[in-house]
């Protein structure tokens, strides 16, 4: 079954106490982001990359980094969490990032940072 | 700046009422806008693409349509499995890695 998996699904922790969400999908994508969402303020794009070893900031970058190294997986790394990294936190992977592609989600991470 | 609006923030309908989710955008050049059905606790499920004005895609009750400012999806004789929130994305060419998202659109449909 083609997907995105995210794991943990729900992470409550500690502020400082550093952390890392993976990804990981089965269908070949290229291009790869993640994406917080935030009641009121929708969905944001933190990171995204357009292929293996290439990363780019979205909109809202700070308190966060990801890696490429190989083409199935990307993951979300807190340093140094604070509360306001709180948020459902989702993957998506797409065919490539160039010429209109759709997008496809993972269910999703809920983070909880006290 | 790449803008995406959504209207109304929330709708509620009767079962077999028929009616129209508005997005708004403003986007240089763009590559696609892209509607999105989102559960709550899950991700948001692709509905469709569309890609230039005049565009039009169909799926069950929902037909999606695209004019060069904005889009529309109508939803005809909604049922009760239909309650969902309805996301609007937008891609433009000046950052195609880019994928900028309206606030939605959470649709109620009473039985």
């Known amino acids: 079954e083609a997907q995105v998996t995210q794991n943990p699904r729900y992470l409550i922790t500690v502020t400082g106490k550093k952390l890392t969400v993976t990804c990981s999908q089965n269908?070949?994508?290229?291009?790869m982001s993640w994406y917080r969402q935030d009641p009121g303020l929708g969905l944001r794009q933190i990171y995204y990359?357009?292929?293996?070893?290439?990363?780019d900031k979205g909109d809202v970058p700070e308190g966060y980094k990801v890696s490429r190294k190989e083409k199935r997986n990307f993951p979300l790394i807190l340093e140094s969490p604070s509360p306001n990294q709180t948020s459902l936190y989702f993957c998506?992977?797409?065919?490539?990032?160039?010429?209109?592609?759709?997008?496809?989600f993972g269910d999703g991470t809920r983070l909880s940072i006290l | 700046e790449d803008q995406v609006t959504q209207s109304p923030e929330a709708l509620r309908l009767q079962e077999g009422e028929s009616s129209s989710l508005n997005c708004s955008y403003t986007?240089?050049?763009?590559?696609?806008l892209f509607w999105y059905r989102q559960d709550p606790g899950k991700g948001p499920e692709f509905l469709f693409t569309?890609?230039?004005a005049g565009e039009e895609k169909e799926k069950e009750r929902l037909k999606a349509t695209l004019t060069k400012k904005e889009s529309f999806l109508h939803i005809t004789a909604p049922k009760p499995e239909d309650s969902a929130t309805y996301l609007c994305?937008?891609?433009?060419?000046?950052?195609?890695?880019?994928?900028?998202f309206g606030q939605g659109t959470t649709l109620q449909v009473k039985p």
């Open positions: 998506a992977s797409s065919l490539a990032g160039q010429g209109g592609w759709p997008q496809h």
């Open positions: 269908m070949n994508h290229e291009y």
């Open positions: 990359s357009m292929n293996v070893e290439v990363t």
């Open positions: 986007v240089s050049g763009l590559r696609g």
């Open positions: 569309l890609y230039s």
């Open positions: 994305a937008v891609q433009g060419s000046s950052n195609t890695g880019k994928l900028i």
